[in-house]
């Protein structure tokens, strides 16, 4: 069975920008959850998605956003770029049940310039 | 809101010893689950080891068993017979087992990390 894959795994973009990062959920699995994760701030919560539904979501601004598919893919983006964004964003994807294990994808490393 | 600590940021230890991560968590919730992740340089998290609060017994996953303090609050890896590929970032986490006004279990909360180096 195919695990997580986050494309792209690397992206560079210049302040102001946009960027849509996106994630394929093992077979099977329903929901999505997003982190980011920097040297300073560690492994924060972006939201999770289940069944083309945000169910949680993290303290971030609105500047960040998400969006799941019908086949549960999901895609992350992130309007008006600041440098502080640059950061590694793991998606991590499960069942969806209250016993499920989270199984992540290698991330997309995000540079802000 | 949950936290957890981990207050070693760093940690050695040569191949074939054991060694002992720390982590302490704060929750006011009784049902809950704690992870151990392990995040090589390849990036990507990798399970290591889960236990949920309600049972009593440590986890064991082979070389790997948690030393799970449920009224310390305190969740501590450890790590057998150590190999060179244990080298990586360990990363303690909670979960709520239930998320109040919804049915969200995807929410993650971190410490924030010890690096583990395996000496030769």
């Known amino acids: 069975k195919a695990g997580v894959t986050q494309t792209p795994r690397y992206l560079i973009k210049t302040r102001g920008q946009q960027v849509t990062l996106s994630c394929s959920p093992i077979?099977?699995?329903?929901?999505v959850s997003w982190y980011q994760q920097t040297p300073g701030q560690g492994l924060q919560f972006l939201f999770e998605?289940?069944?083309?539904?945000?169910?949680n979501k993290g303290n971030f601004p609105g500047r960040f956003s998400g969006r799941q598919f019908s086949n549960s893919r999901s895609e992350m983006n992130v309007s008006t770029l600041e440098l502080g964004d640059s950061a590694l964003y793991l998606c991590?994807?499960?069942?969806?049940?209250?016993?499920?294990?989270?199984?992540f994808g290698a991330g997309t490393r995000l540079s802000v310039l | 809101a949950q936290t957890v600590t981990q207050s070693q940021p760093e940690m050695s230890v040569q191949e074939a010893e054991t060694v002992t991560l720390s982590c302490t968590y704060d929750?006011?919730?009784?049902?809950?689950?704690l992870f151990w992740y392990k995040q090589p340089p390849s990036r990507q998290m990798i399970l290591v080891i889960r236990?949920?609060?309600?049972?009593?017994q440590n986890a064991t996953e082979n070389r790997f068993s948690v030393n799970f303090q449920k009224a310390a609050k305190s969740f501590s890896l450890k790590i057998s017979d150590s190999q060179l590929g244990d080298a990586a970032m360990y990363f303690c986490?909670?979960?709520?087992?239930?998320?109040?006004?919804?049915?969200?279990?995807?929410?993650?909360?971190f410490g924030q990390g010890t690096i583990l180096t395996v000496h030769p």
């Open positions: 998605y289940f069944s083309e539904t945000q169910r």
């Open positions: 077979s099977g699995h329903r929901s």
């Open positions: 986490a909670y979960r709520s087992a239930r998320s109040a006004g919804g049915t969200s279990y995807g929410k993650l909360t």
């Open positions: 236990q949920e609060a309600y049972k009593q």
């Open positions: 991590a994807s499960s069942l969806g049940d209250s016993k499920n294990i989270q199984y």
């Open positions: 929750t006011s919730e009784s049902d809950y689950y």
